[in-house]
């Protein structure tokens, strides 16, 4: 167990619509990563948050957004879903921040399937 | 740009064999940092090993090995007396170290599946 929390684990939602996908990170972490993994893509970086700032933004589609709330949570938003939106979205979190990189721990990923 | 590249898609092997996975990176930087991550079935991404461009000493940790060679941009991983249960994807990754405004990300290969046979 990393320690990093995900919720849901599964969601199945249809073309069109919009989900939220939770992330808590370790205890002591300020940093939190989005990715995807999906089979044409392999795991790409999303994004990365720090202390409730954008600090990296990888290959994010402008329907995606995220952001981290004071309390160090992160979600991630996917709107106007698509059927290529189906992947495994893992979290991950750090302490680190700027300047510095140590280990990224994952969470147990939200599959999500979009019919 | 960062590329890490893994050109074994797949590996099977008879229990108690050893296996060396492969993994090759480009960067253009001179600080950078290597990581193994293993994907069991359940879905997890679990870290391994994480190294900096500026330790090159090869690292063992019960049956893992890692080898690190800077001339040769490459980070193997070597499982010895492999096991059922080391079956999994394995992912290699490249994280530079920003200095400047920016944050921190990683950059997977493609993975290698290994299947471990009794």
């Known amino acids: 167990d990393s320690g990093v929390t995900q919720t849901p684990k599964h969601l199945i939602t249809a073309t069109g619509q919009r989900v939220t996908l939770r992330c808590s990170p370790r205890?002591?972490?300020?940093?939190v990563y989005w990715y995807q993994q999906s089979l044409d893509q392999g795991l790409q970086f999303l994004i990365q948050?720090?202390?409730?700032?954008?600090?990296a933004k990888g290959n994010i589609l402008e329907r995606f957004s995220a952001q981290q709330f004071p309390d160090l949570h992160s979600e991630l938003n996917l709107s106007s879903l698509e059927l290529g939106d189906s992947a495994l979205y893992f979290c991950a979190s750090s302490v680190a921040q700027t300047g510095n990189t140590d280990t990224q721990y994952f969470g147990p990923g939200t599959r999500l399937t979009v019919l | 740009a960062q590329k890490v590249t893994q050109a074994q898609t797949e590996i099977s092997v008879v229990e108690k064999e050893d296996v060396t996975l492969d993994c090759v990176y480009e960067t253009r930087d001179t600080t950078y940092y290597l990581f193994w991550y293993k994907q069991p079935p359940s879905g997890e991404l679990v870290f391994l090993i994480r190294r900096n461009s500026f330790d090159e000493q090869n690292e063992i940790s019960g049956r893992y090995s890692w080898n690190f060679q800077k001339s040769t941009s490459s980070f193997n991983f070597t499982i010895t007396a492999s096991q059922v249960v080391d079956s999994a994807v394995y992912f290699c990754a490249l994280s530079e170290a920003l200095i400047t405004g920016g944050g921190n990300k990683l950059t997977f290969g493609t993975g290698t599946q290994l299947k471990v046979e009794l």
């Open positions: 205890s002591g972490d300020l940093s």
């Open positions: 948050y720090y202390n409730g700032e954008e600090r």
